[in-house]
């Protein structure tokens, strides 16, 4: 089954608002990676995480340092640019696989 | 900075033919090289993770005779799509570790469609 599980699916938000997208997963993970994927494919890092908190403008990034079984990321005052499909991927204990959530696709509303 | 060069962009090619993909690690070490790839439905599978001097771990369903890699130094890896069908379309995309931050950094993919 899937070992990462992303919410919400699909999200607009009003330009100026803010919102959370979140990945939880089905056993402890060792990081966690957020990713934008923009219109040509690419995919664009905008965290890495091991442990804590982490903010870069108007995103920030959490990851659950207790039992690392959740990550968050946070986007605060939403602008039209924001919009594209964001990815979390998350690495396990194990062999340093990193599995991907199926992505919440956000659209920015002016 | 750190970037990865992912090539060629796209891909078209007839059933039953194959497709190799490159990749290459610029200013970082890359000491691991995982291949995804990314369905129409924009779902990412993990096809396999490969780390320099070790052996190449497939992923449930994908195998070597069909996805035969290669990553002989720490800047470079290759990925081949032998003997592709419609199932096999899709975005694939290196995402190449940095031994020393942790993070992955990827290419821009490899589009590969099937006639």
């Known amino acids: 089954g899937d070992q990462v599980e992303q919410s919400p699916s699909a999200l607009s938000l009003h330009e100026g608002t803010d919102s959370a997208l979140r990945c939880n997963f089905t056993t402890t993970m060792r990081s966690v990676q957020w990713f934008r994927q923009n219109s040509r494919g690419s995919l664009i890092s905008l965290f890495y995480?091991?442990?804590?908190t982490k903010e870069n403008g108007r995103l920030k990034s959490a990851f659950d340092s207790k039992e690392r079984r959740y990550s968050t990321l946070h986007i605060r005052d939403a602008q039209l640019e924001d919009s594209g499909t964001y990815f979390c991927?998350?690495?396990?204990?194990?062999?340093?696989?990193?599995?991907f959530g199926k992505g919440t696709s956000l659209t920015v509303i002016p | 900075g750190a970037l990865v060069y992912q090539y060629p962009r796209r891909t078209i090619c007839k059933s039953g033919t194959s497709m190799r993909m490159e990749c290459q690690a610029v200013g970082f070490q890359a000491t691991s090289v995982a291949w995804y790839r990314q369905s129409p439905q924009k779902t990412f599978e993990l096809i396999a993770l490969s780390t320099v001097n070790s052996a190449i771990k497939y992923e449930q369903n994908f195998t070597q005779e069909k996805f035969p890699i290669s990553h002989p130094n720490l800047s470079f890896s290759s990925m081949t799509v032998l003997n592709a069908y419609l199932e096999d379309r899709g975005l694939y995309l290196c995402g190449a570790r940095s031994g020393n931050t942790g993070q992955l950094y990827f290419g821009e993919g490899s589009k590969l469609t099937v006639l």
């Open positions: 991927a998350a690495e396990g204990a194990g062999y340093q696989n990193f599995y």
């Open positions: 995480l091991a442990s804590g």
